[in-house]
């Protein structure tokens, strides 16, 4: 299998997606992008205020981050961006048979998870919103080639089991 050129890190919120995305963005030298900059006032408010959000307010978030997704493969530049790309409908849309596309999913319990949250500071999700994450959760089927990885090991650890599966030399830029 050929390396991808963008990383897609994919999971429910507090999975650690945005910490291992980073990580595995400096490792590899690639820009780094978080999902959540690509939410709309409106639905980050949405968030911070207990309501879920509706595919309705996802599909024009998913089009904005496939498009991140776009120019790094049309420029040459390859990237990490971390969404929670919790349905199949929603990987197919940032993947669309774009050749040089991985996603990771990070996979952890809910109890696991809600704790994780309950310890982090200074982000908008509420912790009242993961058993909606978890019921929107569609798990990746095999013909998805999804890379699922365990959320119990450390942020770091997780990286080096992404570089080795994708077969990724650290600080090496692929054009």
Request: glycine share 8%.
């Amino acid at each position: 299998m050929t390396p991808p050129k963008v990383i897609i890190v994919a999971g429910v919120a507090g999975s650690g997606k945005t910490t291992v995305g980073r990580i595995l963005g400096e490792r590899l030298g690639w820009d780094y992008a978080e999902a959540d900059v690509f939410h709309t006032e409106a639905a980050i408010e949405k968030m911070r205020s207990g309501h879920p959000l509706t595919d309705a307010d996802r599909f024009p978030w998913l089009r904005a981050i496939a498009a991140w997704i776009d120019d790094r493969l049309a420029t040459g530049r390859p990237g990490v961006v971390s969404c929670s790309a919790l349905k199949r409908r929603y990987r197919e849309l940032l993947v669309d048979g774009r050749t040089g596309v991985r996603m990771v999913m990070l996979d952890g319990d809910r109890d696991t998870i809600a704790a994780r949250m309950r310890a982090r500071e200074g982000h908008f999700f509420d912790v009242a919103l993961l058993d909606t994450q978890f019921a929107a959760l569609e798990r990746p089927s095999p013909d998805e080639h999804v890379l699922i990885l365990p959320v119990t090991a450390t942020p770091e650890e997780t990286v080096t089991r992404i570089l080795t599966a994708l077969d990724l030399v650290p600080g090496h830029r692929r054009a």
